[in-house]
């Protein structure tokens, strides 16, 4: 199984609301990864978690919330977002702790995000 | 710092024709190279990668890849072209060395369009 699998599909919230997205993976990876991805754009590494411990936060704003409630889960909490906020989110998982670099990354089918 | 460069920002080819494309990096070490795709609304697949040995590198869906390092280029390369790989693709190198905030440099991509 090479599935890393989000959910909802497509997110419509308003400035005021809470919202999360969720990630999930069953490979055993040891790495997951959030991105931002605008429209014909590369993405944009948000955070990453090795070993359910935020490793790398790439000075994203808080209202941004990232949480790893254990090895196969990643969620990413989000409030008081702004309409530039609107974007592709993807989440990614790589089997090595370490290896955010150099191990081939797995990527789900991401959640569109529209922010009003 | 390492960079990507992909010179194509849009090809469009006819199905059947051959395809080349082109990525150039900036990194002084021997990189981790990689190419992903990415078709309409789905996340990011990972095509082939390169660290080292054979310079020639075969990939998934026919693809392959060739590291020139004289020319500090990675270019994607399919003999025959099908509807189905109308999609954008992304070329990234990885950092490598000391630290552990490592990560991925995405070029900006390479929308392929197929013309049947």
């Known amino acids: ?116 | 710092a390492q960079s990507v460069t992909q010179p194509d920002i849009h090809i469009t080819v006819s199905e059947g024709a051959s395809l080349e494309l082109r990525c150039n990096y900036s990194y002084g070490a021997t990189p981790y190279l990689f190419w992903y795709v990415q078709s309409p609304g789905q996340g990011l697949q990972l095509l082939l990668k390169y660290f080292s040995g054979d310079t020639l590198v075969q990939g998934i869906k026919g693809f392959e890849a060739e590291f020139k390092r004289s020319q500090s280029s990675f270019n994607l390369r399919k003999p025959s072209v099908h509807w189905s790989d109308a999609a954008e693709y992304f070329c990234a190198v990885g950092e490598t060395g000391a630290g552990n905030n490592r990560k991925l440099i995405w070029g900006l991509g390479t929308s392929l369009a197929v013309n049947p």
């Open chain 1, 1 to 116: 199984d090479t599935e890393v699998t989000q959910t909802p599909k497509h997110l419509v919230m308003g400035m005021t609301n809470k919202k999360s997205l969720k990630c999930e993976q069953h490979m055993g990876h040891r790495a997951m990864y959030w991105y931002k991805q605008k429209a014909k754009k590369p993405p944009e590494l948000m955070f990453v978690y090795s070993y359910e411990k935020l490793s790398i936060n790439e000075s994203v704003p808080s209202r941004f919330s990232p949480e790893c409630p254990n090895s196969s889960l990643l969620n990413l909490h989000l409030h008081a977002l702004q309409p530039e906020d609107s974007a592709l989110y993807l989440c990614a998982s790589s089997q090595r702790a370490s290896g955010f670099s150099t191990d081939t990354q797995y990527f789900g089918p991401g959640t569109r995000l529209t922010v009003l």
